[in-house]
Structures are given as structure tokens and as C-alpha cells.
């Protein structure tokens, strides 16, 4: 009998991918998130919704919640999606995993990732190139302030989806800058601007013993913004330098589970690292079409059944993220003819899409729904429209 899976975050895209890995394998998926009409909820893979108390605003409540559902429900594992409940049960896992399983680095490793400050550091540290980068807190500030060459990119530590970061031509446009990002985000860093040429992102797996059970890569062809987000399109790829870094890194801090570490290319093409995404990522349906299902690895992990390393899978395959994201990167695209060209090519066969689904197609209304219930609430809406530089 296949097992039963509590998936979270289920407006997230990942978490879609993830229902739909298990559910066409016949596992028992519910989904649940902070509110109803969730898009991922909508799949015909999804045997119960749940709603729980936001683990932004009432972190106690929601720990309560997850313990008394696994202990109702008795789930096989719980997955967590997003940043926030993946940092929830790290911290809480002793207590949950007494009545259901977790594979989640430790608490204190996952906020080191989750601060872009630190993470540059340990990146250092093992002797991975990043750009230069200055912290504020550890200069004096009329010296860091002459020291800068511009163009520079004032980063907010700790956000995600290219929210906090003030792109800086001048010293004219400098003090403002810092001090919006400073007001909202705490104490930022600061970083010499790439001219790129692309960016390329590595996904790993990694078990107890800090070794590699699945890794893959992808090229992001497409973003929305156009200035920096999300990947609305992209490729898989079998960019070993970036794979090869990534290990190294998490091998430097003892991580254990998944982990998505972004790279901009420079004009050279050489990759400089960015962030690390302690968790899940939006296009993971790219890697399971592809060949590598870290979801169900990951499951097999957590229950000990032995997992054999997968490290063969589809190069080449395209991602498209249609809903809402590829429509709002054609109104901004300088180049529509070709951008509108490339949009409705919808008969290539070497294309998944992280959206559409002939077989499960319930969840484009999920995010037509889920897009209302973000428009009608304040903060949710801050959310959509807060995006770039």
C-alpha cells in the first residue's frame, strides 16, 4: 500500500509538482496552506484540503495544528514547500517527527542559507566565487561609501522572488537606496553589479552523510521580471561546474535534504554564486519530467528505504511557467513579435510546463481563484506586485 503524504504551500507551483509526483504514483496526497482556494489544491491528485493557521502570524498555533493532523491523519512524511514552514518544522522537528517523518537540515544551518549575508560567507569560505561584496556593519560607512564602484546592487539578507534589491547608477542615488532597503529589510548588503550573461542554478539532494543522492541543472532562459525573478522559462542542462560547487558548499556546512543554489554568469560566463533556496524550488516540475523525481527521492530517504544515486537525466527539455508569469513577461519583453512567437508554440513536444496539464487540468482554475483571493487581501497582494528592481 502506497503511503500518505501532507504536501504545504500549496499555491506554490512546487507544491503542485510535488502532488502530482506522488499522486500518479498512487499515494495518498492532501495539500494544505493558510487558505482555501490554493491552486495546487484543485488537482485531481489532492484527497483532502486543509487550511491551517498562518505560520507567519501565529507560529505556536501552527506547530499545534501540524502535530494534532499527523497525529489524526498519520502521515507518511510531511513536505514542506515554502520558506517559512520549512523553517517551522526545522526548528520544531524533534517534536514533530515523533508522529510523522521530516528531512530537513537542521534549523541552524537552514537560516545561515536563508541570510544571502552568511551565505556569501560560507561560500568564501570554501573558496566559491561570488561577486564582490561589501557589509556594511563591518565598515566605516564614509569608507564603504567611497569604496563603491558603480553600478551596484544594494540586497535586502533575507527575501525572496527579487524583492529588496535597489539596482544603484550613482552616488546621488545611493543614500536613498540604502536607507529604504535598511528601513524595511534590516541591515543589507552590498554588491558590485554583473553585467550577465545568463544565469545557471544547480538542485541537490543530499542524505545524512552529506551525500550526493540526485543533482541537476537548468539554464533560466526566461524571467518575469524581466529585471530579475522567478524562472518563467527554462532548460535543463548538465552544467557540472555549478554541480560541483554546490556539493562542496553543502558539504562545507553538513546539509542533508534539497537545496537550490543559483549562479549569474559573468561576461566571461563564468558563474559567480548568488543565493541558496533551502528548500523546494518553482520549476522542480522541470527536473522530475526530466528524469530526476527528488520529491519520492527524498520520501524514500525519510522512511530508509535505500536510494541509489540518480545523476543521468533528459538535457535539453524547456519549462514554461504559462500562468500568469510568461503572459506578464510578454508585456514587458522589448521584443513581442518574437516573444508572441515563442508563446504559442504549444505543440513542441520537448516541454513541460509547470502549470498546464491535460491530465490534471482543474488546477488553472485553482489559479484563477487563488489569484482572486490574492488581489482581494492587502498583504497577499504586496506580495504579487512587489517584485524586482
Request: charged share 25%.
Amino acid at each position: 500500500m502506497k503511503g500518505k503524504i501532507l504536501v504545504t504551500d500549496g499555491r506554490s507551483l512546487a507544491a503542485l509538482a510535488i502532488i502530482r509526483s506522488f499522486g500518479e504514483k498512487g499515494f495518498e496526497v492532501h495539500c494544505g496552506d493558510d487558505f482555501k482556494n490554493n491552486l495546487s489544491s484543485f488537482s485531481r491528485y489532492v484527497k483532502k484540503r486543509i487550511v491551517y493557521p498562518s505560520p507567519k502570524n501565529n507560529e505556536s498555533e501552527f506547530i499545534s495544528f501540524i502535530i494534532d493532523i499527523a497525529k489524526k491523519e498519520k502521515y507518511d512524511m510531511i513536505i514542506p514547500v515554502r520558506d517559512e514552514i520549512t523553517l517551522l518544522l526545522s526548528k520544531h522537528k524533534n517534536e514533530v517527527s515523533k508522529f510523522t517523518h521530516l528531512y530537513l537540515a537542521d534549523y541552524n544551518i537552514l537560516t545561515k542559507f536563508r541570510d544571502k549575508g552568511q551565505t556569501i560567507k560560507i561560500a568564501q569560505n570554501a573558496n566559491i566565487p561570488v561577486p564582490n561584496t561589501l557589509y556594511p556593519e563591518e565598515m566605516d560607512f564614509d569608507e564603504l561609501k567611497s569604496a563603491l564602484k558603480y553600478p551596484i546592487l544594494i540586497r535586502a539578507r533575507i527575501s525572496s522572488g527579487s524583492r529588496g534589491i535597489k539596482h544603484v547608477k550613482s552616488p546621488a542615488e545611493f543614500d536613498f537606496a540604502y536607507n529604504e532597503i535598511k528601513k524595511k529589510y534590516g541591515e543589507p548588503i552590498i554588491q558590485e553589479y554583473i553585467n550577465k550573461t545568463g544565469y545557471s542554478t544547480a538542485c541537490l539532494l543530499l542524505n545524512d552523510e552529506q551525500e550526493d543522492i540526485a543533482s541537476f541543472s537548468y539554464e533560466r532562459v526566461k524571467e518575469y521580471p524581466i529585471t530579475g525573478g522567478p524562472t518563467v522559462v527554462g532548460i535543463s542542462t548538465d552544467d557540472a561546474l555549478v554541480k560541483e560547487y554546490s556539493l562542496k558548499l553543502l558539504k562545507n556546512i553538513g546539509w542533508k535534504g534539497v537545496a537550490e543554489i543559483e549562479y549569474i554568469l559573468d561576461e566571461n560566463g563564468s558563474p559567480l554564486l548568488l543565493e541558496v533556496n533551502p528548500r523546494f524550488w518553482m520549476p522542480l516540475t522541470l527536473s522530475i519530467k526530466a528524469g530526476v523525481d527528488f520529491p519520492h527521492l527524498l520520501y524514500k530517504l525519510s522512511i530508509g528505504d535505500k536510494v541509489s544515486p540518480v545523476k543521468n537525466y533528459n538535457i535539453g527539455l524547456k519549462y514554461r511557467w504559462v500562468l500568469p508569469n510568461e503572459i506578464l513577461w510578454l508585456t514587458q519583453t522589448p521584443n513581442k513579435i518574437k516573444g508572441i512567437r515563442e508563446f504559442i508554440n504549444f505543440w513542441d513536444n520537448n516541454t513541460c510546463y509547470g502549470d498546464i496539464s491535460a491530465s490534471d487540468p482543474f488546477p488553472l482554475i485553482g489559479i484563477m481563484a487563488q489569484s482572486l483571493d490574492f488581489i482581494l487581501n492587502k498583504e497577499k497582494r504586496k506580495v504579487i506586485f512587489k517584485r524586482g528592481w
